[in-house]
C-alpha cells in the first residue's frame, strides 16, 4: 500500500511526494494508509528517507496526536541534514512562542490535547507541553553538524526554547509528572550535545552562561515534577525502625537528577538561579556529597514551605540536618546561629496541621520538634505555650505539642545535670516551666452532669486524650526530675495536681468506663478512657515507690 502510493523515484520531485504522502496518512485521507507504516517502509527504503523534507513536514508532525508521529520524527532526526532540521525547528519553536504569546495569555486560550488546530481544520494535537519535548529532543540535531567555521555556529534558538518552558510550565498542571521529568532530561542531554559541539572550538566561556541559564531555568521551571521522595529516603535515614515505602517510580526522578548533576559538571559551571542550585545541593546531600550551606538556603526553604514548591527536598535537607545518622555526617555545624531557624517555627506548625499528605504533617512534625532542640529556652517555652493552646491548629496538634512539651524538658533536664538551673538554655528545667504550663496543661474541664451521654462527641474524645498526655507528662517529668528543678516534687505543687485533675478523673474515668462496657456507642472514647485509668495507676504507683524511697 505505502510502496503503491509512494511510487516517488518516478516523480519529478520525490520531496514534495514524500510530503503529500505524510500529510496524506495525518490526515488519514487514504484508506489503509497510516503514519506508522509510512515510517516501517522509510527504515527499510533508506534511499527514499533521504528525500525528507524537515521544513515541510516537521510543522505537521510536531503537534499532531496521531500515534506514529515519535517514530516519524527520529527517522527525519537520524535520516535528515540535521541543519535543515535545526531551521525547521527554529520555525516550530516560533510557532509555538507566538501561541504562548507575552505570558499573558489566559487559562483556555492555548489549545492543547484533542482540540483544533491553528487552521479549524479538526486535527487532534497533543498538548503544548508534548510539542515542547518533541522540540528539544529534535534540537539535540545541533552536535552532528559539521562546522567549518566557528561564526558558523548559532546557539539564539536556547534562550527562545527557555522562555516558552517557563510561561507554558508556569500555567498550573502544563506538564505532568512524566512530561517534566522528561523535559529535565531531554534539556540536559541537549546541554552536553552543545557542549560537545564547543569543545570543537576550545572555547566553551562564550557559550557557557548561555547553557547555565537555560537548564537553570528549566529546573526552576520543571524541578517540582521530580519527585524522587527525597523527604522519605532522608527520613527512612534517620529513622530506620519506623520508615515506610518510597513512592512509586521515585527512581526515575533520582535519575533525572543524577543526569542534571552530570550536565552542570559537564558544563563547568555552577547552576544559575537559587531554586535549580539548591535541587542539586539536596540531592546531593542526602547521599552525603556537599555540605551545609546555612546562610545560602535557609531563605529558600523557607519560602519553599510558604508556597509548597520544592518542599519534597526542603524537608529532606532539615531531616537530615536536625537528626543525623550516625553513619552519616549530615549534622548542623555547631556555629549555626539557631536564631536563623525562628521563622521555622512558625510554618512548621501550620505545615504539620494542615497538608493533606500524612507523610508531611508527620516530617514537618518532626523537624518542628529538631528545631526546637536548638533555639533558646525561653524561645522554646514561648512556642510550646502557644502550641498547646492555640486552638486555630485544631486538636490535634494541641494535643501532639504535649508530646514536643515532653520532649523539651527532658533534653533540658539531661543538659542540667552539671547542677547549673539558672540560664535562658536551662529555662525547661527551673520553676518557670511549671508557671508557664501548669495553667495551660495541668486543668480539667468541668464535666459535672456529664454521665458519659458525650463521650461520642469529638471533642469529648480529644480532650479524654489530652489528659492521657498530660498524665504521661506528669509521670515522665517527676521520675526524670529527680532534684525537683522545676518543682513538680514539692508538696504545693502536687496537692494542686492531685485536687485540679486526679481526684476528678479518679471518680468519673471508672464510671465511664461502666458506661462504654454496656453500650457499643462509646467505641472511639473507650480506649482514650483505658489510657487515662492505666495512667492513673501509674502516678499512684509512682508517688508510692517515691515515698518508700523517702522514708528509709
Not at 516517488?8 to 494508509?33: H, N, R
Not at 519535548?133 to 552536535?143: A, D, E, G, P, Y
Not at 510558604?306 to 535537607?317: C, I, K, M, P, Y
Request: charged residues 25%; aromatic residues 8%.
Amino acid at each position: 500500500m505505502v510502496k503503491d502510493l509512494l511510487g516517488i523515484l518516478k516523480t519529478e520531485d520525490p520531496s514534495v511526494a514524500l510530503t503529500a504522502v505524510i500529510i496524506s496518512a495525518l490526515d488519514e485521507q487514504s484508506p489503509g494508509l497510516t503514519l506508522s507504516s509510512v515510517v516501517e517502509y522509510l527504515l527499510d527504503e533508506k534511499d527514499i528517507s533521504g528525500y525528507l523534507d524537515p521544513l515541510a513536514v516537521l510543522t505537521h508532525l510536531i503537534p499532531s496526536a496521531d500515534p506514529g508521529v515519535e517514530g516519524m520524527l527520529e527517522v527525519v532526526r537520524e535520516r535528515c541534514r540535521p541543519k535543515e532540521v535545526m531551521i525547521a525547528c527554529e520555525e516550530n519553536l516560533e510557532r509555538v512562542r507566538r501561541m504562548v504569546g507575552d505570558g499573558d495569555t489566559e487559562e483556555g486560550e492555548w489549545y492543547g490535547e484533542g482540540e483544533e488546530g491553528e487552521e479549524g481544520e479538526g486535527k487532534k494535537e497533543v498538548s503544548l507541553s508534548i510539542q515542547i519535548l518533541r522540540l528539544i529532543r529534535m534540537f539535540t540535531v545541533i552536535s552532528t553538524i559539521p562546522l567549518r567555521r566557528k561564526s558558523a555556529l548559532s546557539l539564539s534558538f536556547i534562550p527562545e526554547l527557555a522562555i516558552v518552558i517557563q510561561r507554558v510550565g508556569g500555567r498550573a498542571g502544563a506538564f505532568s509528572k512524566t512530561e517534566g521529568r522528561d523535559g529535565l532530561w531531554y534539556s540536559a542531554d541537549l546541554v552536553v550535545r552543545v557542549v560537545d559541539l564547543v569543545e570543537r572550538w576550545e572555547e566553551r566561556g562564550e557559550w557557557k552562561e548561555i547553557l547555565v541559564e537555560y537548564i537553570s531555568t528549566v529546573i526552576d521551571t520543571l524541578g517540582t515534577h521530580i519527585q524522587a521522595s527525597l523527604a522519605k529516603r532522608a527520613f527512612g535515614i534517620c529513622f530506620p525502625k519506623i520508615r515506610g515505602p518510597l513512592d512509586e517510580g521515585w527512581e526515575r526522578g533520582e535519575e533525572v537528577v543524577r543526569r542534571l548533576q552530570s550536565c552542570f559538571s559537564r558544563i563547568g559551571g555552577v547552576p544559575g538561579s537559587v531554586s535549580s542550585g539548591f535541587v542539586l545541593f539536596a540531592h546531593g546531600y542526602l547521599r552525603g556529597d556537599w555540605k551545609w550551606e546555612l546562610g545560602t538556603y535557609m531563605p529558600f526553604m523557607i519560602s519553599s514551605i510558604q508556597t509548597n514548591n520544592f518542599l519534597d527536598e526542603s524537608l529532606a535537607v532539615l531531616v537530615l540536618s536536625f537528626f543525623p545518622d550516625p553513619s552519616n555526617s549530615h549534622p548542623l555545624p555547631p556555629s549555626s546561629p539557631s536564631l536563623s531557624f525562628l521563622p521555622l517555627l512558625s510554618l512548621l506548625p501550620v505545615l504539620s496541621s494542615t497538608h493533606p499528605d500524612p507523610f508531611i504533617r508527620h516530617c514537618a512534625f518532626r523537624v518542628l520538634g529538631g528545631v526546637l532542640g536548638v533555639v533558646p529556652g525561653l524561645v522554646q517555652v514561648e512556642v510550646l505555650a502557644e502550641l498547646v493552646e492555640r486552638e486555630g491548629l485544631g486538636w490535634k496538634m494541641r494535643i501532639a505539642a504535649i508530646g514536643l512539651v515532653r520532649d523539651a524538658v527532658l533534653r533540658a533536664l539531661e543538659r542540667d545535670r552539671g547542677g547549673c538551673s539558672s540560664g535562658n538554655e536551662n529555662v525547661m528545667a527551673s520553676p518557670r516551666f511549671l508557671q508557664v504550663f501548669a495553667p495551660v496543661l495541668f486543668v480539667l474541664k468541668d464535666f459535672s452532669g456529664k454521665d458519659g451521654e458525650d463521650l461520642e462527641r469529638d471533642e469529648m474524645v480529644m480532650e479524654l486524650t489530652r489528659l492521657g498526655e498530660v498524665l504521661g507528662l506528669y509521670y515522665v517529668l517527676v521520675m526524670r526530675d529527680t532534684r525537683n528543678r522545676t518543682g513538680i516534687r514539692d508538696l504545693d505543687n502536687r496537692a494542686n495536681f492531685e485536687r485540679r485533675v486526679l481526684a476528678p478523673l479518679r471518680g468519673l474515668v471508672p464510671r465511664w468506663i461502666g458506661v462504654g462496657l454496656h453500650s457499643h456507642s462509646h467505641s472511639h472514647a473507650f480506649a482514650p478512657l483505658v489510657s487515662l485509668q492505666t495512667g492513673l495507676e501509674r502516678i499512684d504507683g509512682m508517688w508510692d515507690v517515691i515515698g518508700r524511697g523517702a522514708g528509709r
